[in-house]
Nanobody, 121 residues
Framework: QVRVVESGGGLVQPGGSLRLSCAAS????????MGWYRQAPGKERELVAW???????NYADSVKGRFTVSRDNAEDTVYLQMNILKPEDTAVYYC???????????????WGQGTQVTVSS
């Protein structure tokens, strides 16, 4: 059974920092691209950052220079370090594990339940 579990959310003041963690089990973690998404009230879910299985990181323009995604394949965990947080970063943050099998064409996609991040004074 595949499990993807986020943790680390909370309330932080503007300018503060948080580190989110996402632990995955039931998959070969090192093969998966790991992504962080967020969804604010009344808005669509958006991709924040992702990290490929070979270590390439990409970020949404809105978080470049402030957020850093990293992974520990030994712990089957991906992290999102969020610095200089702004009120507009307030959202539920979701972790996604994805893998496309080049032989079969099948795509595997797993989501966590999300963790709330609130940036407010």
């Amino acid at each position: 059974q595949v499990r993807v579990v986020e943790s680390g959310g909370g309330l932080v003041q503007p300018g503060g920092s948080l580190r989110l963690s996402c632990a995955a089990s039931g998959i070969i973690f090192s093969m998966y691209t790991m992504g962080w998404y967020r969804q604010a009230p009344g808005k669509e879910r958006e991709l924040v950052a992702w990290l490929t299985n070979d270590g390439r990181a990409n970020y949404a323009d809105s978080v470049k220079g402030r957020f850093t995604v990293s992974r520990d394949n030994a712990e089957d965990t991906v992290y999102l370090q969020m610095n200089i947080l702004k009120p507009e970063d307030t959202a539920v943050y979701y972790c996604n594990a994805s893998y496309s099998d080049s032989d079969t064409g099948k795509r595997y996609d797993y989501w966590g339940q999300g963790t709330q991040v609130t940036v407010s004074s």
